[in-house]
């Protein structure tokens, strides 16, 4: 099964907002409502922010927030912190034997 | 404390068999399925299949399929992910994850510290 694209670097400055996208297909992102998005700092275990295409788990800050339009689903971030810098992976339930499937990761660079 | 432990750093050499556990304390474990994610170095993550409790089928991902084996021990909460026969392209970290939803495939909430598996000649 192929990854989700993601774009591989985004940036932004304390306080904006940024969108992350992540594209897939007519078998996985466009056709189930279970895209999930995680945060990893580096040399941790990634953490789950987004659940369900726009669910929080408990505990994640509501400036994060998640949608989801055809094959494309987004991650959103306002009030962009210092600490948000870190990695962001998508992924989406998936017909195939192995339900889950990434995408391949976006950097965050807070400015 | 709802947590996933899993086994220490480990260095083989081609060739040789690896099993790795994730041991899960805090909930119960038959209401959640497991799943093993593979990230190499500087990479990404990737599924790599997934298993409950109840013994069922594991489900591999097609890249995976043959060359890994997963299974559970529900008697002892653990986990399994285990090679026949490593190769060097099998070096990575190795995390288990447990989705946040009960009886759900995906949402991975709690996810253990990784497991290095490092294989070289």
């Known amino acids: 099964q192929s990854a989700l694209t993601q774009p591989a670097a985004v940036s932004g400055s304390p306080g904006q907002s940024i969108t992350l996208s992540c594209t897939g297909s007519?078998?996985?992102?466009?056709?189930?409502?279970?895209v999930s998005w995680y945060q990893q700092h580096p040399g941790k275990a990634p953490k789950l922010m987004i659940y369900?295409?726009?669910s929080r788990p408990s505990g994640v800050s509501n400036r994060f927030s998640g949608s989801k339009s055809g094959n494309t689903a987004s991650l959103t971030i306002s009030g962009l912190q210092a600490e948000d810098e870190a990695d962001y992976y998508c992924s989406s339930y998936t017909s195939s034997s192995a339900p889950e499937v990434f995408g391949g990761g976006t950097k965050l660079t807070v400015l | 404390e709802v947590q996933l432990a899993q086994s220490g750093a480990e260095v083989k050499k081609p060739g040789e068999s690896l099993k790795i556990s994730c041991e899960a304390s805090?909930?119960?474990?038959?209401?959640?399925?497991i799943a093993w994610v593979r990230q190499t170095p500087g990479k990404g993550l990737e599924s790599m299949g997934i298993?409950?409790?109840?013994?069922?089928?594991?489900r591999y991902s097609p890249s995976f399929q043959g060359q890994v084996t997963i299974s559970v021990d529900k008697s002892i909460n653990t986990a399994y992910l285990q090679w026949s026969s490593l190769e060097a392209s099998d070096t990575a970290i190795y995390y288990c994850?447990?989705?946040?939803?009960?009886?759900?495939?995906?949402?991975?909430?709690?996810w253990g510290q990784g497991t290095l598996v490092t294989v070289s000649s």
């Open positions: 994850a447990r989705p946040l939803v009960p009886g759900s495939v995906t949402g991975f909430e709690i």
């Open positions: 369900e295409v726009n």
């Open positions: 298993i409950h409790p109840d013994g069922s089928r594991p």
């Open positions: 805090g909930y119960s474990f038959s209401n959640y399925w």
């Open positions: 007519t078998s996985d992102v466009g056709l189930y409502k279970y």
